[in-house]
Each structure stands twice: as structure tokens, then as C-alpha cells.
């Protein structure tokens, strides 16, 4: 079965919104333009990857008030600036650490260069990009997307600040949209929570 594109997904999303949770459904950006997408790329250094490109091109984030769209346990949708604010955050912190050289990231070992030699650790990676902003609505948790070339291209990450970035059952954000969509739709658990719609708020229970 072929996963819906993007953009599909979204429009699921907002469907069920509109109808279920219009409270929770008007906190939703509206799309960012291609000329910001490609001054926050420039801004980052990094190639958004199409999927990214896509959500973006759908909803820039959410506005981050109560009773705003959240996945689950990740958080709310990051808008263009929460992403580059992220980035730049959990970038600087890396800087600051000093890691031995031994160091190896064991959730990403797969990604090794032409020799086959694992690559070395970062804290945070500079093709990384913080997508969701965690139940604090801050950069110390929620779900990344690898930008990076490499086995690990455009898989979709859970970031905790109390441990090691891992990645998770998504292979790309286009997964991870379709699931939502798809837990709302048939009441379905999205990663372990089930979504519901409570005066016009979407809510999550376990």
C-alpha cells in the first residue's frame, strides 16, 4: 500500500479538525511561503527535505497557545522559526561539549562513510531538524528529521534531553502524517495514545 503524500495527509487532518476540534484546528498556521522555506534553508546551512517542504507548504507549525494541535506525547508542529531557533539551540549545545573522539552514536551506526568506518558522534547533528517541540513546547524534546545523506535520510527521530537521540518506527515524516491522519480518522493509538475530541480541543489518553 502506497503512503499518502503530504500534503493527502494534511488534508485528512484538517478535515477531522475542522469537524471535531475547530478550537484546535484554528491554532494551525497558515502555510509558510517558498521564499521563507529557502531563507530558513539558507539560514540553516541545510536542504529541507521534500517532505518537510511539503508540511511546511501546509501549515507553518501551530500558534503555541493553549489547546494547540499536538502529536501525542511529541508536542505541537514547529513553525519555521521554532525550527530554526531549535536548531541553532541543540547546535550550540554540541559545540559545548567535549566528546572523546572514540565516541560512536550507536542509534545511527549504520551511517558510515565510503570505507566503511562509522562515523563519529555530535550531540546534535547539523542535518537534524527539531519538528515537533515536545510536551514543554521547548528544544528539550520531541521528533527530529534527518536531513543527513546517509541509511538514516530522511527518518524521523525521538529527541529527549535526559538521553541519546534515537529514531523511531517512522521512515519519514510522509509515514508519520499518514499515521496521524489515520488516528484520527478510526480512533486509532498514535504511537501509544489515543486521540479524542473534547469541546472542540484535541486531546490524547492513554
Not at 484538517?14 to 534553508?41: F, G, K, N, Y
Not at 519519514?172 to 486521540?195: C, K, N, T, V, W
Request: charged share 25%.
Amino acid at each position: 500500500m502506497n503512503t499518502p503524500a503530504v500534503a493527502d495527509s494534511w488534508a485528512r487532518i484538517d478535515a477531522w479538525l475542522a469537524r471535531h476540534t475547530p478550537v484546535s484546528h484554528a491554532q494551525l498556521r497558515p502555510p509558510a511561503s517558498v521564499s521563507e522555506i529557502e531563507a530558513a534553508e539558507r539560514t540553516l546551512g541545510v536542504t529541507f527535505h521534500a517532505d518537510l517542504v511539503a508540511s511546511l507548504r501546509c501549515h507553518d507549525g501551530v500558534e503555541l497557545k493553549d489547546r494547540a494541535v499536538e502529536l501525542a506525547y511529541y508536542g505541537p508542529p514547529s513553525s519555521l522559526t521554532a525550527i530554526i531557533e531549535s536548531t541553532r539551540f541543540l547546535r550550540g549545545v554540541g559545540a559545548d561539549l567535549d566528546l572523546p573522539d572514540d565516541t560512536f552514536d550507536e542509534h545511527d551506526e549504520a551511517d558510515k562513510d565510503d570505507e566503511g568506518n562509522a562515523e563519529l558522534l555530535a550531540y546534535w547533528r547539523h542535518e537534524w531538524l527539531l519538528i515537533t517541540l515536545g510536551i514543554g513546547w521547548q528544544s528539550s524534546d520531541g521528533l527530529f528529521l534527518s536531513c543527513r545523506p546517509g541509511r538514516n535520510f530522511v527518518r524521523v527521530g525521538r529527541y529527549f534531553d535526559e538521553d541519546s537521540p534515537s529514531f523511531t518506527e517512522w521512515p519519514s515524516l510522509r509515514h508519520a502524517l499518514a499515521d496521524f491522519a489515520e488516528a484520527l480518522e478510526r480512533g486509532r493509538r498514535f504511537d501509544s495514545r489515543i486521540p479524542s475530541a473534547v469541546d472542540g480541543v484535541l486531546t490524547w489518553g492513554d
